[in-house]
Nanobody, 127 residues
Framework: QVQLVESGGGSVQAGGSLRLSCAAS????????MGWFRQAPGEEREFVAI????????SYANSVKGRFTISRDNAKNMVDLQMNSLKPEDTGVYYC????????????????????WGQGTQVTVSS
């Protein structure tokens, strides 16, 4: 089992940047596929970015491609999301998620694939 704690959310003007971090507990962090998801008020939770166990493969939602970068440090049990050129539509609660299923890959973008979730961190982008 893994516990996830997000940090780094906040309020920023459009065009600005934020960096989200997710700290994971446990000794087997490198065995988890990690992802970032977000949820806007009244909307379903949606995929933002996924990173493979080694960090060598990533996937991004089309809406954030070229603006967001996911990375991980297996030695520190951390996964980050660098968000640049933020837009008001990026507003929402951002969640870190992990999947221990050995069959999961960085192509698995459905929230239901991920068993472990953090508590979320709010990102608000104003125009």
């Amino acid at each position: 089992q893994v516990q996830l704690v997000e940090s780094g959310g906040g309020s920023v003007q459009a065009g600005g940047s934020l960096r989200l971090s997710c700290a994971a507990s446990g000794r087997t962090f490198s065995s988890y596929v990690m992802g970032w998801f977000r949820q806007a008020p009244g909307e379903e939770r949606e995929f933002v970015a996924i990173i493979s166990r080694s960090g060598g493969s990533t996937s991004y939602a089309n809406s954030v491609k070229g603006r967001f970068t996911i990375s991980r440090d297996n030695a520190k049990n951390m996964v980050d999301l660098q968000m640049n050129s933020l837009k008001p539509e990026d507003t929402g609660v951002y969640y870190c998620a992990a999947s221990a299923d050995y069959a999961t890959t960085s192509a698995d973008t459905r929230p239901s694939t991920y068993k472990y979730w953090g508590q979320g961190t709010q990102v608000t982008v104003s125009s």
